[in-house]
Each structure stands twice: as structure tokens, then as C-alpha cells.
């Protein structure tokens, strides 16, 4: 059974970084892809980045573009989200999903696995 553990999430100022972690355990990884959506209250869950296990190929949503970077350490088992930039439109929970192929990464209802989400927080 695929588990995945989110870390990383807190309050930071508009303008700073935060990096977010999450542990994955339960694999091999080989033919998944690995996702961190969000959301905010009283809004539908949100795409962030994407990247394939096996090759690193990432897909980032539009808002996030350029500002945050998605990583994954095969060692480690691990697939990072590092933000900058933040904005207060980003404070929202942040949840990492895991599931099997690469097509359409982006989409919320094709993940099979989740984490129990990290709340970011970003003043203004």
C-alpha cells in the first residue's frame, strides 16, 4: 500500500520561500507519477507540479510557473516542492498524490493516492 507524508508547510512572509517534502513508501516507483495539488477554503482542488518517477519529466499549472520547482530524490523516496516568491493567493493545503502513468498529470480525479495535506500559509 502506497503512503505518502507530507512535511514542510508553516507561515511565511509574501515574497519568501518554503520548501515542502513528501515521504513516500510502499513502491516501487517505477511507472508513477508524483503530484502536489492544493487547496484553499471554499475552492476545488487546485494542480501545482507533477514529475515522473522514472525520468523527471515534470508539468507545472500555470499560477505557479517559473516560482516553484518539483524534485524527487529515487534514493530517498522523496519528491520535494520548492516554492519562491510566494504570494498570499497561494496560502491554501498542500497535498502530495501518487498514481500509476503519465497522461494528463494535472488532473485532480486521476490520482489514487494521498497524503493527509500541510498547510502554507502566506502573509501579506
Known amino acids: 500500500q502506497v503512503q505518502l507524508v507530507e512535511s514542510g508547510g508553516g507561515l511565511v512572509q509574501a515574497g519568501g520561500p518554503l520548501r515542502l517534502a513528501c515521504a513516500a513508501s510502499?513502491?516501487?516507483?517505477?511507472?508513477?507519477?508524483m503530484g502536489w495539488f492544493r487547496q484553499a477554503p471554499g475552492k476545488e482542488r487546485e494542480f501545482v507540479a507533477a514529475i515522473r518517477w522514472s525520468g523527471g519529466n515534470t508539468y507545472y499549472g500555470e499560477s505557479v510557473k517559473g516560482r516553484f520547482t518539483i524534485s524527487r530524490d529515487l534514493a530517498k523516496n522523496t519528491v520535494a516542492m520548492q516554492m519562491n516568491r510566494l504570494k498570499p493567493e497561494d496560502t491554501a493545503v498542500y497535498y502530495c498524490?501518487?498514481?500509476?502513468?503519465?497522461?494528463?498529470?494535472?488532473?485532480?480525479?486521476?490520482?489514487?493516492?494521498w497524503g493527509q495535506g500541510t498547510q502554507v500559509t502566506v502573509s501579506s
Open positions: 498524490a501518487a498514481r500509476r502513468g503519465w497522461s494528463d498529470p494535472g488532473a485532480v480525479g486521476t490520482y489514487e493516492y
Open positions: 510502499g513502491g516501487p516507483f517505477s511507472y508513477y507519477v
